[in-house]
T-cell receptor, first 112, second 112 residues
Framework: KQEVTQIPAALSVPEGENLVLNCSFT??????LQWFRQDPGKGLTSLLL?????REQTSGRLNASLDKSSGRSTLYIAASQPGDSATYLC???????????FGKGITLSVRP | NAGVTQTPKFRILKIGQSMTLQCTQD?????MYWYRQDPGMGLKLIYY???????DKGEVPNGYNVSRSTTEDFPLRLELAAPSQTSVYFC???????????FGQGTRLTVV
């Protein structure tokens, strides 16, 4: 059974800082891993999807990496801005007839 | 494309009432999911489907039922609503195991 963990649960940083959000998973037979953003009272918005054959994906100031052997994915946010304040969730997909398994998320606050 | 559409956005139910939360997607996605999200508890999977005519239980299926008679629709039925079912419900979908997942905007349900 795949389990996904995100620690810490909350993070506060000053504006302009580069930061890394961590995601750990227990089953290395993961097919892909996806990072999402959730603003308060809203649904989840997809940020990046990394396939198991890939090591990383980039979109603007975001870079996500996947290391299956260590069971870890990281989301790197460069030059953080107050608008980046949100909850960031990662989800792994394991098996063709399987399902998305989510971590509990990291609530990020970027202080002006 | 409308993406993943959930209706209603808000609903108040009395204990013992029943209702159906609607979810439809126009992207020809095979995989569809229902999650509930409670404060500080992350997303919990209720039911999921890997294609029309196929459904399977997630972590917290008790008190809910689903059907998947078409590719587009994946309604979630609550029978005999209980206060413990007060939550925000999210529907999600993706086409294949290696493709990006998309979420609806959620249904906020209160049972009183």
């Amino acid at each position: 059974k795949q389990e996904v963990t995100q620690i810490p649960a909350a993070l506060s940083v000053p504006e302009g800082e580069n930061l890394v959000l961590n995601c750990s998973f227990t089953d290395s037979a993961i097919y892909n891993l996806q990072w999402f953003r959730q603003d308060p009272g809203k649904g989840l918005t997809s940020l990046l999807l990394i396939q198991s054959s890939q090591r990383e994906q980039t979109s603007g100031r975001l870079n996500a990496s996947l290391d299956k052997s260590s069971g870890r994915s990281t989301l790197y946010i460069a030059a953080s801005q107050p608008g980046d304040s949100a909850t960031y969730l990662c989800a792994g997909f394991t098996g063709a007839n399987s399902k998305l398994t989510f971590g509990k998320g990291i609530t990020l606050s970027v202080r002006p | 494309n409308a993406g993943v559409t959930q209706t209603p956005k808000f609903r108040i139910l009395k204990i013992g009432q029943s209702m159906t939360l609607q979810c439809t997607q126009d992207m020809n996605h095979n995989y569809m999911y229902w999650y509930r999200q409670d404060p500080g508890m992350g997303l919990k999977l209720i039911y999921y489907s890997v294609g029309a005519g196929i459904t399977d239980k997630g972590e917290v299926p008790n008190g809910y039922n689903v059907s998947r008679s078409t590719t587009e629709d994946f309604p979630l039925r609550l029978e005999l609503a209980a206060p413990s079912q007060t939550s925000v419900y999210f529907c999600a979908s993706h086409r294949e195991w290696n493709t990006e997942a998309f979420f609806g905007q959620g249904t906020r349900l209160t049972v009183v």
